[in-house]
C-alpha cells in the first residue's frame, strides 16, 4: 500500500519562510494527484488551506504557496506568524480511486 | 455558506453497528463528490471513503471496506456512513468532507465521536 510521506517535524522562525513536502513511498506526486493540504490545532476541526496543488481556499492568505518540487508536492508560508503553528496534513489523491492522508507535519514558530 | 453537520456518534459495543449522517446546507449536494474520514484523538486524519455526485462511485480504505457503506440522498442532503461488525479500532472522531468542483477536500463538517467499547 502505498504511503504518502510528510516531514514530522519543522521549526520556523516568527517572519522566516519554511516548505514542507510531501511525497509518495514509490512513485511521484503530480497534478493529477490533487495535492491538498489541510491544517489543524489541538482540539479544532480540520481546515484546508490549498488544493489542486496551488489555489488557495477561501480566506487563506497569500503566505501560503502550493506547488510541485521535483517529485513532491509542497506547501510553503513566507513570514511566518505564531498563528501558523499547527499540524499539516497533506492529502493526495490515488489512481485506484482512493484517498492517502500523510502523517502530518508539526509546524512550531519559535 | 457551506456546511456540513455530522450526527449518529455514539457509543456502541464491539460487533455492532452504527449510522451516521452529515446534513449539508448553503449548496446543492448532488454536484459534488463527498467523503468520510476520521481521527482518533490525538493522532492523525484518516481517510475512510468517498462517493460520487449520484451515488453510483464508491471507494474505501482497506481498514473498512466490507464492513462500512458510504450512501447518500440527495433529496435529503444527506450523506451516510453505515458501520457493522465495529472494532475497538474503529473508535475515533468521524467527519464528513466535500470536494470542490475539482480537487479534493475543502469543506469540513465539525465531526462526530463514535466510540466502540463494551
Known amino acids: 500500500q502505498t504511503v504518502v510521506t510528510q516531514e514530522p517535524s519543522f521549526s520556523v522562525s516568527p517572519g522566516g519562510t519554511v516548505t514542507l513536502t510531501c511525497g509518495l513511498s514509490?512513485?511521484?506526486?503530480?497534478?493529477?494527484?490533487?495535492p491538498t493540504w489541510c491544517r489543524q490545532t489541538p482540539g479544532q476541526t480540520p481546515r484546508t488551506l490549498m488544493y489542486?496543488?496551488?489555489t488557495r481556499s477561501s480566506g487563506v492568505p497569500d503566505r501560503f504557496s502550493g506547488s510541485i518540487l521535483g517529485n513532491k508536492a509542497a506547501l510553503t508560508i513566507t513570514g511566518a506568524q505564531a498563528d501558523d503553528e499547527s499540524v499539516y496534513y497533506c492529502v493526495l489523491y490515488m489512481e485506484s480511486g482512493t484517498v492517502v492522508f500523510g502523517g502530518g507535519t508539526k509546524v512550531t514558530v519559535l | 455558506e457551506v456546511q456540513l453537520v455530522e450526527s449518529g456518534g455514539g457509543l456502541v459495543q464491539p460487533g455492532g453497528s452504527l449510522r451516521l449522517s452529515c446534513t449539508a446546507s448553503g449548496f446543492t449536494l448532488n454536484s459534488y463528490w463527498m467523503h468520510w474520514v476520521r481521527q482518533v484523538p490525538g493522532k492523525g486524519l484518516v481517510w475512510v471513503s468517498r462517493?460520487?455526485?449520484?451515488?453510483?462511485?464508491?471507494t474505501y480504505a482497506e481498514s473498512v471496506k466490507g464492513r462500512f457503506t458510504i450512501s447518500r440522498d440527495n433529496a435529503k442532503n444527506t450523506l451516510y456512513l453505515q458501520m457493522s461488525s465495529l472494532r475497538d479500532e474503529d473508535t475515533a472522531v468521524y467527519y464528513c468532507?466535500?470536494?470542490?468542483?475539482?480537487?479534493?477536500?475543502?469543506?469540513w463538517g465539525q465531526g462526530t465521536l463514535v466510540t466502540v467499547s463494551s
Open positions: 489542486n496543488t496551488n
Open positions: 514509490s512513485g511521484s506526486v503530480s497534478t493529477n494527484s490533487y
Open positions: 462517493i460520487s455526485p449520484e451515488g453510483y462511485g464508491t
Open positions: 468532507a466535500r470536494d470542490p468542483v475539482r480537487g479534493l477536500i475543502v469543506h
